[in-house]
Structure formats: C-alpha cells, structure tokens
C-alpha cells in the first residue's frame, strides 16, 4: 500500500465483501476510496454493527466517514474485513 486511494480501496473492498457475504440488505458503502462510509436503514442496526466491530477490536464511525490511512497495513485490512463480517453475518441473523 503506497497511496491513501490504495489503502482506502483495500479498506472499503473488505467491508463490501463482508456485506456481501453476509446477505444483509440494510446497509450501504457510500462515498470515496480515501473517505467511506456506512449508511444503515436503521439506527438500532448501526448501533449493533458498531458494537459487535468494537468487540473485534475494530472503530466504525457513526454516520461519518472512514478515513484511510497509510498507517493501515495488510493486518489492519484484515482484522476490518473480520469485524464486519462477524457484524454483518449477526445483523442478518437477526433480519
């Protein structure tokens, strides 16, 4: 990773394959590589996502954007795409 749009690329690309993968419809990824968001058709539902990441060790922001970060390295990609896998497969579990 050697630019902000990689590393936001990567970023985005492993929450989209996690909503993906779990089936869920009541979420989107908005917004640019660099600075994403995710948008939630519900407030209880962005609260559970949010809380089952932060249980991963991983920050979502509410209802703001997620910024990359050259700080960002393969490892943090990785544990982003296994927090929201785990909160997403639980959030459609519950749909």
Known sequence: CGSLARVGSAMRSAAGRALDGSGYRGASIEGIDQMWSLRFESEDAQSLFIET??????VFKRGAYNFASLAHDDAAIDAIEAAATAA???LASEA
């Not at 990441?53 to 991983?58: D, E, G, T």
Request: charged share 20%; no cysteine.
């Open 88 to 90: 997403f497969a639980l």
């Open 53 to 58: 990441a932060l249980r991963h060790r991983v």
